[in-house]
């Protein structure tokens, strides 16, 4: 499978592949610093949940080599390190597993020798990244094993939304994971990726990412999906997701409520691929998720120039929530739960995390 | 209200604006042959199945006083005429005003006088066009009655999908000539517009159309409506219709049925607006619409430049069907069908043709 720099450590420095310029051009650049990192992922250098989870904890890492060096070592790494994990943290509102990962860091600022915590943080920065390549590969197994046998007269048909491949995470992908795993199970899918606007996350990421490793790729606008499913074209839905509250709501990018909808319609199963990291318990339910807004041109320009006409309002939300009911299944590293539900999501966490009042 | 030359007589001319251009500039083209106008119809310079069927019959016009002075009144005006009546009724094969356009026209080539057999047309298409212009505000008229009330808290908001404007009919408008009628009524609406991809008809076509009469115009990707609805933003979906089937299925821009499933789920109404010419009693229901599929480049390309990746396949249908069950009330210049079923439908034609067997 091809593997990109989604983020990386690279000789001291954070290196990220520039996503906003995918499929066109292929360039990479590196931060040195937790501002610089926060505005790469507030900019969209790089997207996905669990990418962004992994590219906040190398920017914790790569802000106390930064400031190690600078000043030596702080008396107070907490103090030290409070802006860019503000700056970090404040990068982005919905996909929980930002928060998560600057969680995970934190307690290392007081926890260990704090002549080595820079060397610490980045320990735990890649074990960070090598937890959610295993997480994908466990995903695609667990998720490929649930899905329908492909129909007598044609390979399985899959659909996906935005990206959720190994763009949008350390590697091997969430959804993406499941449709690689479905390959090697099945000997051949065909996968329909939706082109995703505004932002084209579909038509850039997954289509690219998906031919480089030779699948059979049919892209379509999003509008396209009821019709495709009316006309018999899709067996099963797989998407990612940005945050799953505790009783199975899921966020994720805007239009994938719909998909769910019109896939309910059709009776066709509908999945959802996550990290544990992306599940967060603190949030009841999807009602709870913040949404992001983003900016107006993203609709109303292409390549900076307008398409749109002058002075129309625009309406940008850059996720919905799919509510539990419409999931068929939820898989995780840890197991599948289908349908989703409060109890069955906290099991999953472990028997102390699964009693009540401890989420 | 603003009115545009989408299909209009010109010094012995066909002038169309090129809505293709729309809104980043106004030009107009004149043109002199039925195959001049046919290809004008299948590049979209001219689109909205009245607007098509307008045009259609201005071609015919056209193209009878270019045969004439070119070589005389022909011994065989339906022999001169053949050529160029087949090359505008293949330009597109969804929107049933075409056919039904030319079908009007056509008699006439033999029950005339053969000198005047061009004046004649040129009246019958201006009879056409006239007709279209009255039956939209007709239509608005009808179609404002039966909308809700507005929320106490804000005025009405409609959502509309693609172009059923003035660009797209001889004049006002079915579902923007509901909308504009709504506002006349209530003095006061905002207007939620789908962007419409892949040809941004609504970004480019109603959002201008709609500004340039001063209303609230809110612009989203198709992908958001059902978070717009979620959110308890949208009171009701008026939309336009490419052909309806004699059961009341109703063909449309791509993405309308996706719409109409969201609506149901959150019980909000959706109307269709469109003359009696869209209505095809021959074709049984939904299934039997031809869906036309146009080039994949309009998916995969912007401005000429790629934005997908490279080898993928492209499924671009440029209509759906939305099936009768989900439409609330067919809206037509006669009057109003809710819900739509064949025999009120066929009730609309008049008594002669609501008889079983005539359609």
Known sequence: MTIFDVAVWSQGR?????Q?????????????SAAEVAEAIRAMVVRGAPAIGCAAAFGVAVEAFRVRALKGVPDSWVEAMAPGLAQLRQARPTAVNLGWALDRMAPLLLTVDPEAVPERLLAEAEEIRQED???CRAMGALGAAILPAPPPDRPLAILTHCNAGALATAG??????????????????VVYATETRPYLQ??????WELRQDGFDVTLMTDSMTGHAMHCGRIDVVVVGADRVAANGDAANKIGTYMHAVLARRHAIPFLVACPLSTIDLA??????IPIEERSPTEV???????VAADGVRVFNPAFDVTPAELISA??????VVQPPNESAIRALFGSLESLPGTG
Chains 1, 2 share one sequence.
């Open 330 to 335: 939820l898989v995780t590293e840890r197991g």
């Open 300 to 306: 109303t320009h292409w390549a900076g120039q307008p």
């Open 283 to 288: 949030t009841a339910s999807g009602d709870h």
């Open 20 to 32: 906003r310029r995918l499929p066109n051009a292929e360039i990479y650049h590196d931060y040195g």
């Open 133 to 135: 390549i295993a997480a």
């Open 172 to 189: 091997y992908g969430t959804a993406l994971g499941v449709i690689r795993a479905a390959r090697a199970r099945f000997g051949r899918v």
């Open 202 to 207: 579909g038509a850039r990421l997954t289509a």
């Open 14 to 18: 954070v290196r990220m592949l520039d």
